[in-house]
């Protein structure tokens, strides 16, 4: 018997954490008009902004369904092990939900579901820690819940997006707000609250003062503290090695975790995105 994790595929783990620390990935889906496919499955980042660009239509996600989950957490109950499951954040998709429909389906199963407000590698470093934490075999579920929602609780994400037309168009910001990062080169920085809601986080003239704010907005909170970070970019090794760099001059950097994020991410954010996730490394 031992403690399994389960995530979606917004948590955008590369293969090797995936495969490294057993852990099991629910795919969202990402319609492209008639066509539907399976987030990080049939559809990786590559394959997915190369067919954005050249697509008449804006793609669309939807959540897993309830039997999505109901088919993995069947099968880890089956071999007689208990599930910590962590999803992206409730406020953001119906993912959450779907989850936590099968655990109700589950009479007396040992299913944990955690929302963990976050999304692509907020969601990733939180499920990066956890898996840590069942590796090490001392702690039992609840210990590793109650660990899991202080890093929760302590971390932030703030994200540079190129443009906010798909934010827009997939119905996470007004009308208005879209009008204003379009004006005067201005680049909005976004983050996700405590809430786990995309909400305003300020904005810089120009694409090279995105990664600055980006870093300069951890360093208000966290200081000379110990902490742990993640990466997210949009196929963008030269941004990600930007924000590392800058993120290891200012901040007490003791673990990474970097990566690009997938299809559905990408389909609300757009090309262009650059994210830093952080978490104080006492919080574990």
Not at 2 to 30: H, W
């Amino acid at each position: 018997m031992a403690i399994k994790l389960v995530v979606d595929s917004t948590a955008d783990l590369s293969q090797e954490i995936i495969d490294r620390y057993d852990i099991q990935v629910v795919p969202l889906n990402v319609h492209f008009g008639e066509e539907l496919y399976k987030d990080g499955v049939d559809l990786n980042t590559e394959t997915f902004f190369e067919k954005l660009k050249g697509s008449k239509v804006m793609p669309r996600t939807s959540q897993p369904s309830p039997g999505d989950f109901h088919k993995i957490y069947t099968s880890l109950l089956a071999e007689g092990h208990s599930v910590i499951s962590i999803h992206i954040s409730a406020n953001l998709s119906g993912t959450y939900q779907s989850a936590t429909i099968a655990k109700n389906m589950l009479s007396d199963a040992d299913i944990t579901i955690i929302d963990s407000k976050s999304a692509s590698l907020g969601l990733g470093l939180i499920a990066y820690q956890c898996a840590k934490l069942i590796e090490e075999g001392e702690k039992d579920t609840r210990t590793i819940t109650a660990l899991i929602n202080n890093i929760i609780e302590d971390q932030i994400i703030y994200f540079g997006v190129d443009t906010l037309e798909f934010l827009q168009k997939n119905g996470r910001i007004g009308k208005a707000s879209a009008l204003i990062g379009t004006l005067l080169n201005v680049k909005p920085i976004l983050t996700l609250n405590e809430e786990g809601i995309v909400a305003p986080a300020g904005k810089v003239r120009g694409k090279n003062k995105v990664i600055p704010y980006l870093v300069d907005k951890a360093v208000e909170k966290f200081g000379n503290e110990e902490v742990n970070i993640a990466i997210a970019h949009a196929l963008s090794e030269d941004q990600r090695d930007a924000l590392l760099s800058t993120a290891k001059e200012k901040l007490n950097v003791v673990d990474v975790l970097e990566g690009n994020i997938g299809s559905v991410i990408g389909t609300n954010a757009g090309p262009g995105v650059i994210a830093i996730v952080v978490h104080k490394r006492s919080a574990i």
